[in-house]
C-alpha cells in the first residue's frame, strides 16, 4: 500500500497557478504510476492527468491539457501538479492516486491507493 498527501491547494485568481504536490511514503515510490483527478461540488470525479513511473510517459485530460503538468521527482517521493491559466471552473478538491501501470492507467483506471485530498479554489 502507498500512502499519499496532498498539499498545495488554496484561493487564487482567475489567471493565476498554483502547484500541488503529492507526498508518498509505503511501498517503493518507483513502482506506481501516479494520476491527479478532482471533485468539484455537485460534479463527479474527474481524471486530470497521469505520469509513468519515472515521469516518462504523460497524458492529460482535454479539459485540462496545455494548462496542466504532471512531473515527479522520485527521489523525493514526491509528485507535483503545475497548474497554470486557473479558471473558475477548476475549482475542486484535487485528489493524487497511485496505482500499477496496468490497462488504462494512463487514464486513471486501476488506481489502489488514494490520498484525501486539497481544496483548489478559483475567484473570478
Known amino acids: 500500500q502507498v500512502q499519499l498527501v496532498e498539499s498545495g491547494g488554496g484561493s487564487v485568481q482567475a489567471g493565476g497557478s498554483l502547484k500541488l504536490s503529492c507526498a508518498t511514503s509505503?511501498?517503493?515510490?518507483?513502482?506506481?504510476?501516479i494520476a491527479w483527478f478532482r471533485r468539484a461540488p455537485g460534479k463527479e470525479r474527474e481524471f486530470l492527468a497521469a505520469i509513468s513511473w519515472n515521469g516518462g510517459i504523460t497524458n492529460y485530460a482535454d479539459s485540462v491539457k496545455g494548462r496542466f503538468t504532471a512531473s515527479r521527482d522520485n527521489a523525493k517521493n514526491t509528485v507535483y501538479l503545475q497548474m497554470n491559466s486557473l479558471k473558475p471552473e477548476d475549482t475542486a478538491v484535487y485528489y493524487c492516486?497511485?496505482?500499477?501501470?496496468?490497462?488504462?492507467?494512463?487514464?486513471?483506471?486501476?488506481?489502489?491507493?488514494w490520498g484525501k485530498g486539497t481544496l483548489v479554489t478559483v475567484s473570478s
Open positions: 509505503g511501498r517503493t515510490f518507483t513502482r506506481y504510476a
Open positions: 492516486a497511485a496505482g500499477s501501470h496496468g490497462s488504462g492507467w494512463y487514464n486513471g483506471d486501476g488506481m489502489d491507493d
